[in-house]
């Protein structure tokens, strides 16, 4: 790829894109939030057309301009926010697109056969004739990853692959990769977690604000590095051990102006907790855990285990069959989210496209929408726009990067639309924080941002339950660990006897 422009409107979104793989290669792509990677690799794919720049393939020019030429070039993409038909079944979304799956309608027997076998070769666990709209966020990437090569992809990008998988499984698929790549498939790997392309990678390209600006072998650097080249500055990820527990700030008021509790007394409490999908089958299963004051309980496992649930019923998103769950010592079982706001609880969802964020909303509507309805932001029933912008200004402190607060969200780069939900959420100084996958999709930058923020809240005094499939956050934030598998506990590990491969072989289901 050479001197790729990309433009969205008066906006330059990659500016001279300069990109280099061999055959057999495995190259990451590297760059904060918002550095041009998806564009530049969404041009490859055919999905974009560059305003200028060239794109050769084995040395051959192609005008490329369609997703149906690059599929026939044999470049295949496994999107980081998916390209799936939620309606259709996983057979029915590979076979979009494929003449070679019927004459005039797709043989999904066949298809869902072949499925099967790459699913069976690849280790992934997916049902050819499920629903994809069923399948939980886990299931429907390792959809995107089986359609991939299903159509035989000899070019493969891989946007963040491993977000989904256990430390095995991660280990699994980098296996697969390096079969693929010994066989001639070039792969195009785009990942924020450093150690993997370290681990993975021989060649790394790092853009900055869209343009290309740095290519380097990664045996000739490291990920401290690879981080300086991204940002351009020196980045260190903030740990526990760098934030003084609750303990050791002793009993002097927050920065809130509030006592600091007793550390015995669980701000939340879940009992033998039972919830239930849409379809009536059990996905949290009898699961109990405890969030004191000033202290970050981790939930580990492979996404689609029931944490969502787990946290869509703690914060009154969805029914509890059977247990309890107690916030500040309420019960709030059945109460209303309104409730559960009111006793400090504050929410950051895991999807923030669809639950959390409304994307033609300004960024200060944004901001208010838990409390839209409380003085001083509205007074008798109406809006209180002076006072709006005031709140708005007010939460500088989360840097979100925009032309101002009028400027609808959906705009926004994903780590500026996470900083504005990680604002709303943690400006009222919350009791507990309720964070699922906090960092997924964002840059070293804005993860160091989030992890700043969630560390401040638990110096605080608040607790924090940090559901994550990331094992490196979970490790580097977490003062206990607990590990679900199909709804259950497994098992709960303090932070000194935390391993590796205790935890991955928990996430697999073994007990502690």
């Excluded at 979304?93 to 004459?103: D, E």
């Excluded at 809006?383 to 969200?409: E, H, M, P, Y």
């Excluded at 500026?416 to 964070?435: D, F, I, M």
């Excluded at 930058?445 to 990331?470: C, K, P």
Aim: glycine share 10%.
């Amino acid at each position: 790829m050479r001197g790729i422009r990309v433009v969205f409107a008066s906006l330059v979104a990659t500016e001279d894109g300069n990109l280099v793989v061999d055959r057999g290669e495995i190259h990451a792509l590297l760059g904060e939030n918002g550095a041009g990677k998806s564009t530049l690799m969404r041009a490859l794919a055919g999905l974009l057309v560059p305003a200028a720049g060239e794109i050769r393939i084995d040395g051959q020019l192609e005008p490329l301009g369609s997703a149906h030429e690059a599929m026939r070039l044999g470049i295949g993409m496994v999107h980081q926010h998916f390209m799936l038909v939620p309606t259709l079944t996983v057979a029915e979304n590979v076979c979009l697109g494929l003449a070679s799956t019927g004459r005039f309608f797709p043989d999904l027997k066949t298809a869902a056969a072949k499925i099967r076998d790459l699913a069976t070769t690849y280790g992934l666990d997916v049902d050819p004739n499920a629903r994809v709209a069923d399948l939980s966020i886990a299931g429907q990437q390792r959809v995107e990853i089986l359609k991939a090569l299903y159509r035989g992809a000899r070019i493969l990008i891989l946007d963040e692959p491993t977000a989904v998988l256990t430390p095995q499984e991660t280990e699994g698929l980098f296996r697969i990769l390096r079969s693929l790549a010994a066989e001639g498939t070039a792969i195009l790997f785009i990942s924020h977690k450093l150690n993997e392309v370290m681990a993975l990678t021989s060649g790394v390209t790092v853009l900055r604000q869209g343009r290309v600006v740095a290519t380097a072998k990664t045996g000739d650097t490291d990920a401290r590095g690879l981080a300086r080249m991204m940002v351009g500055a020196e980045i260190e990820l903030p740990k526990l051990e760098d934030v003084p527990s609750l303990e050791a700030a002793g009993t002097e008021p927050d920065a809130m102006g509030r006592p600091a509790r007793a550390a015995a007394t669980p701000i939340l409490a879940v009992e033998s907790l039972v919830c239930r999908d849409v379809r009536g089958a059990v996905r949290v299963d009898g699961a109990s855990l405890a969030v004191r004051p000033g202290e970050i309980v981790g939930v580990a496992g492979v996404d689609g285990n029931g944490q969502q649930e787990l946290a869509e019923a703690i914060v009154g998103l969805s029914r509890v069959e059977a247990g309890a769950i107690r916030l500040m010592g309420e019960d709030v079982t059945a109460a209303s989210v309104a409730r559960r706001i009111a006793l400090g609880l504050a929410h950051i969802p895991e999807d923030r496209h669809r639950t959390a964020i409304v994307g033609p909303m300004s960024i200060e509507d944004n901001l208010i929408l838990e409390q839209a309805g409380e003085p001083p932001l509205s007074k008798r029933g109406w809006l209180d726009r002076r006072a709006i912008a005031d709140n708005a200004r007010r939460i500088t402190a989360f840097d979100v990067r925009a032309t101002g607060a009028s400027q609808k969200v959906g705009t926004l780069s994903g780590g500026n639309q996470q900083k504005v939900v990680l604002g709303r959420a943690l400006s009222r100084a919350p009791n507990l924080v309720v964070a699922v996958q906090p960092v997924r999709g964002l840059d070293v930058g804005a993860t160091a941002f989030v992890h700043r923020q969630l560390l401040a809240r638990r110096a605080a005094g608040a607790g924090v339950l940090l559901i994550s499939t990331e094992l490196d956050e979970i490790l580097a934030l977490s003062d206990r660990i607990v590990v679900m598998f199909k709804g259950a506990i497994m098992g709960e590990l303090a932070r000194a006897d935390v391993t590796v491969e205790k935890l991955g072989l928990m996430m697999a289901g073994r007990t502690a």
